[in-house]
């Protein structure tokens, strides 16, 4: 397996984070991180931790050194970007729109209800579902599919809503279920997922 | 700095070389004059929020001592380059928030520099029989804070990317907000000590108040209020350098923690941009002080500790009971 070497000495936080983070992303085999101090040092570990993988902790060359195993263990949170080492098959689900397709809107809203009370109902249901656009009504003015949005998370599912498209509709103060996030963690959540359902 | 020489004019009543918040200078029997300066690079993305957050970080050293903003310089540094619409808009930002408080921008300076930065002198008035300081806090006092605790690890994350603006709205906000309506709540109370939570962090301040009044002080670290995603942050390696800079400032702190609190107690020393106001407020008023300031100004405020005779200067417990 690949060995990646990340030299973090001289570098202030958050920086020490952002470059083990990018190097988890880039590779499947152990990260090496080298940071001089020891606000670093925890940081990384915490991230590291955070994101589900196993952390040795040495010192050496005048720091410390952050061995980095991916995914042997289950992430002991949620964490928004943290998805680098993750395992497992994680299902996305992106509804950018009120209605499933593009025909009677009456006949694509009733689909999109049955969507979502299926998926809360599910064996194995989404872990992270994305609305965006006119589906962040679904979320928020839709009391019906924002019930069964509200359970998926219950049951663990991340559901993030856009908070651009919040502010355009003008729904921020309505959210009923989810969370307010941003185009960066949508990106990071979508990119980290299995396969993505998009509606 | 302890090279430098002590100041000693009998018209300085209060100096911050001697870890006050502002420079209290008597000018006549009721009236002394209270200064203080304040600037760092931005901490926020949007340069108009920038500018009100520093201005209300700058004038909080006005209110931790009990006095009344009068006068305000800008310090502006910027890099050469910058459009002049953001440098307008930091200094909007900065005016309202001064015009808010009652004040006036009376004028400022400004330098090239590398790095983007902005601060305000600030100048008010306090009558010396009302003002407060970090020496008053007695045995028995009630510890009060204002506002929530976490900006310096939600700006960091905000640096990172890993949060924006929007994830961390209610940091801001408060950041945002005056502590002049929370100072006007607390002075109609037997007021101990107060101080302004800023870049020691909760802990570091309360151990300056401990110190210079000379008594022991307990600081309930689960009875804390944190913004929201502080702890998440916090998770994601989020610390700031400044937090194990205080940590270690305070290292006669006896820190004694409950299980699995070890991350709300970094909280305690997380390097503050203008936080809430720390009192100690006598106990038979503290319910009555903190039930006004939750209805009013401060929502979010809490008893967080306790004020004892005796014992290590500060101790961090997870909750009042615990031993």
Known sequence: MSETYVDCTGLKCPEPVMRTRQALAETEGVVTVLVDNETARDNVERFATTSGCDVQVSRALGGFLLKIKPGETEPEATPVAGAACESGSLTAVFISSEAIGTGEPELGAALMKSFLYASAEADTPPSTLVFMNSGVKLVTVNGETAESVKKLEDRGAEVLVCGTCLDFYGLKDRLLAGRVSNMYEIQTALAAADRTISL | ?323
Not at chain 2, 95 to 101: G, R
Not at chain 2, 255 to 270: H, L, P, S
Not at chain 2, 295 to 316: K, T, Y
């Open chain 2, 1 to 323: 700095m302890n090279s430098l020489p002590e100041e000693t004019a009998p018209e300085l009543l209060s100096s911050a070389l001697s870890g006050e918040d502002a420079g209290v200078y008597l000018l006549s029997e009721r009236t002394a004059l209270v200064q203080t300066v304040d600037f760092f690079p931005p901490i926020v993305d949007d340069p108009y929020t920038f500018g009100q957050i520093t201005a209300a970080n700058a004038m909080s050293d006005i209110y931790a001592m009990g006095g009344k903003p009068l006068t305000a310089l800008n310090i502006l540094a910027y890099p050469c380059g910058l459009e002049v619409n953001v440098i307008e808009r930091i200094l909007l930002g900065g005016h309202d928030k001064v015009h808010e408080a009652g004040a006036v921008v009376a004028g400022g300076h400004t330098i090239e520099d590398d790095e983007l930065k902005y601060g305000l002198c600030v100048t008010g008035i306090v009558d010396p029989a009302e003002m407060t300081s970090i020496s008053g806090a007695r045995p028995g006092d009630t510890l009060l804070l204002t506002k929530p605790v976490g900006t310096g690890i939600l700006s960091t994350a905000l640096k990172a990317g890993l949060i924006d603006e929007d994830g961390m709205r209610d940091a801001i906000d408060s950041m945002v907000e005056l502590n002049a309506r929370a100072a006007g709540v607390l002075s109609g109370y037997d007021l101990g000590a107060c101080t302004d939570v800023t870049g020691f962090g909760l802990a570091g301040h309360l151990y300056e108040v401990a110190c210079a009044s000379e008594i022991a002080a307990e600081l309930w670290a689960g009875e804390v209020p944190l913004f929201g995603r502080v702890l998440e942050m916090l998770s994601m390696g989020m610390a700031t350098e400044g937090q194990a800079r205080n940590r270690s400032y305070t290292e006669d702190a006896e820190v004694v923690t409950a299980g699995g609190d070890e991350e709300r107690v970094d909280c305690m020393y997380d390097p503050q941009t203008s936080g809430g106001l720390l009192a100690s407020v006598a106990a038979p008023d503290a319910d009555r002080a903190l039930a006004e300031l939750r209805a009013g100004p401060c929502p979010s405020a809490a008893a967080v500790g306790v004020i004892r005779e005796r014992g290590p200067r500060l101790v961090i417990r997870s909750g009042r009971g615990d031993r």
